[in-house]
């Protein structure tokens, strides 16, 4: 009994961080169809960011978290501005955007390297490994500190995306900017916005990420891959069917290891990512646009 | 569409590292083409490559540190004897980038157009095996420190050379140590071992080490035997397995960041083994540093060199001074020896055969036996290993006051281990 509960909590608290890689990414598909192949560079980005303000200046990472998590909506927006607002829109615009935000990401690595050569770096504050007991198992503080940082992401994306004018905007961008744009919505304001949004998620999941594992320059394609997973099974543009997809893709790997060699629960994931993109390619939650 | 866009993106992930190592390799060889010249016949030409950059690159610097020294030693002392003529040795260093396919294709580049006449190996199994492969075909002498792995070795190829023992005789040290203390009453007999190992070629021979020791004594039964993938994020249901098998010993191969990782879920989840190791790691101050002096109180660890021989072993010594000597009073760790001893094995070679024959040369190396910097004290390629060093591990324990002493085997030993670990009985 005590085996399963350890597995329920390992799940669950996986689900978190799996979903706070994952929201920008579904976002900036969401509403501008790119998939954000930066991702990856950002959450490698935001990871050293908080590892800076923690060793130079002793800056807690979770305090940390709000100054990375705007300085990256800027570089976001400035991104978009630059360069992802001159690709064309829609399908001729697919291959465009993913070789440029290709690119961008390599370029974002190997300044890193240049920077921080290849080491791999740790993040250690005062609680890394202090746990805190949960029924018989004991559950580290960290992790717990991750899935309610997902919680909060995910309760307050919703808030936004339902209950105000620029959330509203966004999801009727998203709908038909063509639309928005007869309705007076500032649709390439609104494309900034959620491209910024996007990135200071992306961010934040890499600061979230360091808290944890260490880190080098390589870091954000592995957590990238899963974001991939958690956007297609939730479904694309969903921001509630992300966070239960990361859920399901996190029980799946965590109950796996009952059945299969523990080096091969890993590979469920993308097991699962093939069999929904077959059997339902819009994902579990279907199309819902947003909210 | 959007699948179509979503494929589209997995290739353009999958051909990102491709699309790299290609730009570095053109890079490479924009850099490493000024350093580049053909034999003079006044001097000793010897080609390298080592992980300057990419994820490597950390070791990769410290192997160059261990090549540098060894050239500059040799150059000091006039050169290298070739049939009584000292001639100086001159090193052709290029940047793999750590990548696979450009340590091989500059590999293939230092003997066919930059025209050396020997080789020294590159850091990473990986890296090793692609590069054995070249030198293999061009007939051409290579010596490395840096590829373990018994599967490099296992392929008959008569110009390849390793300093590095196998991972396998690794377990088997740590295992001798746990079994002396088994002995001695300290352990229980028999012992359960939780065995976790990364899903690669030194975490397979790590295994093997373990569980053929294991089988032999008859003292020992693993209860959990378990691989994971490298570069692991989350190891809380693997760790869960071994909580609830509550083994005696806790056995693990992993590289520096799983190790990390894995560690920091080890102390949060409240687990404590009698005996706890994962292989070669334990005692960087890296580790130290990310996880707290605490959480790292009496890992046992088994590595090629630790410059705690220095008391023992003169050759040893003599290395560990001129190393603080050029860096600073640094202290080396067994990567820049091994770089440093790789460079020597080849030279002491070349001077024994006393041409730049590289047939002779080779047949100088199968039958060497040099006085060494590694543990023993004495440098072999054994044939029967497939001319892969069987120098034996130092065993090292960190102990509560942030040292940590070699103890075992017990002519190397600096300090005595301690077993059980103390820290579970509170």
């Keep these: ?291 | 569409m959007r699948t179509a866009n979503l494929v589209l993106a997995l290739c353009a992930l999958a051909l990102g590292a491709c699309k790299q190592s290609s730009t570095d390799q053109k890079q490479q060889a924009a850099q490493g083409s000024s350093g580049a010249a053909a034999p003079s016949g006044t001097e000793i030409l010897i080609g390298a490559t080592l992980p300057l950059t990419g994820a490597e690159s950390r070791i990769g610097g410290f192997y160059k540190e261990g090549y540098d020294l060894a050239f500059e030693e040799a150059n000091q002392a006039g050169g290298v004897s070739v049939g009584g003529k000292k001639m100086p040795v001159r090193l052709t260093l290029l940047d793999d980038t750590s990548s696979q396919a450009t340590a091989a294709s500059l590999a293939d580049r230092l003997i066919n157009s930059d025209k050396v006449q020997f080789l020294l190996g590159t850091y990473a199994t990986n890296l090793v095996e692609a590069q054995t492969v070249v030198a293999e075909q061009n007939a051409i002498p290579y010596v490395n420190g840096g590829g373990a792995a018994t599967a490099i070795y296992k392929r008959g190829y008569k110009w390849v050379f390793g300093l590095l023992a196998p991972v396998e005789l690794l377990a088997e040290s740590i295992m001798k140590w746990i079994d002396a203390e088994q002995q001695a009453g300290k352990i229980p007999k028999p012992a359960t071992i939780s065995l976790l190992w990364e899903n690669t070629s030194h975490g397979k021979d790590f295994r093997k080490g373990v569980t053929e020791f294991s089988d032999k004594s008859k003292n020992y039964k693993v209860v959990v035997d378990e691989s994971f993938e490298l570069g692991g994020k989350d190891f809380s249901a693997l760790l869960g397995q071994v909580k609830a098998a509550k083994t005696d010993l806790f056995l693990a191969d992993a590289h520096l960041p799983d190790y990390i990782t894995m560690q920091r879920q080890y102390v949060t989840a409240g687990l404590c083994n009698k005996v706890l190791s994962y292989g070669a790691r334990g005692s960087e101050k890296q580790a130290a540093d990310a996880l707290g002096k605490k959480n790292v109180e009496y890992i046992l660890s088994a590595v090629w060199w630790s410059p705690l021989l220095a008391d023992k072993n003169p050759e040893a010594k003599k290395f560990v001074d001129t190393f603080k000597a050029k860096y600073q009073n640094r202290v080396p760790e067994w990567y820049q020896a091994l770089g440093y001893e790789t460079a020597r094995a080849l030279f002491r070679a070349i001077e024994q055969a006393g041409s730049l024959d590289r047939n002779a040369v080779r047949e100088k190396l199968a039958a060497l036996k040099m006085p060494s910097v590694l543990p023993g004290g004495e440098l072999t390629f054994p044939a029967e290993f497939g001319q892969q060093s069987h120098a034996p591990f130092v065993v090292q324990q960190n102990l509560p006051d942030g040292s940590s002493p070699i103890v075992a085997p017990p002519d190397s030993a600096t300090g005595k281990g301690i077993a059980p670990n103390p820290n579970c009985a509170k």
Excluded at chain 1, 71 to 98: N, W
Aim: overall charge positive.
């Design chain 1, 1 to 291: 009994m005590d085996r399963l509960v350890d597995l329920v909590i390992a799940a669950v608290l996986l689900a978190g961080l799996y979903a706070t890689m994952a929201y920008g990414l579904g976002l900036i598909y969401g509403v501008l169809r790119i998939v954000n192949l930066n991702h990856g560079g950002m959450i490698m980005a935001g990871a050293y960011a908080a590892w800076y303000l923690h060793t130079a200046l002793g800056l807690d990472p979770y305090l940390a978290l709000l100054l990375v998590s705007v300085a990256a909506f800027f570089v976001g927006i400035l991104t978009y501005r630059l360069l992802v607002r001159r690709l064309p829109r829609g399908a001729a615009g697919g291959v465009q955007s993913l070789l440029l935000l290709f690119g961008v990401w390599l370029i974002l690595r190997n300044a890193a390297y240049l920077l921080f050569s290849g080491n791999d770096q740790t993040l250690r504050t005062t609680y890394s490994t202090r746990a805190i007991a949960i029924g018989n198992s004991l559950v580290s503080l960290n992790r717990i500190a991750v899935f309610g940082v997902a919680i909060v992401i995910l309760i307050v994306l919703h808030l936004l995306l339902t209950r105000t004018y620029v959330g509203k905007a966004i999801r009727a961008v998203a709908q038909n900017p063509d639309s928005c744009t007869l309705v007076g919505i500032p649709v390439e304001r609104i494309y900034a916005l959620t491209f910024g949004l996007g990135t200071a998620l992306a961010a934040a999941a890499g600061l979230l990420g360091a808290t944890l594992f260490p880190f080098n320059p390589s870091f954000g394609a592995a957590e990238l891959l899963k974001s991939f997973v958690v956007v297609v099974l939730g479904g694309l543009g969903s921001v509630a069917g992300t966070a239960i997809a990361a859920l399901i893709l996190a029980t799946v790997e965590v109950f796996a290891i009952l059945v299969i060699p523990a080096y091969l629960t890993a590979a469920v994931g993308f097991v699962l990512l093939v069999l929904v993109l077959v059997i339902r390619p819009g994902g579990l939650f279907g199309q819902r646009v947003l909210g």
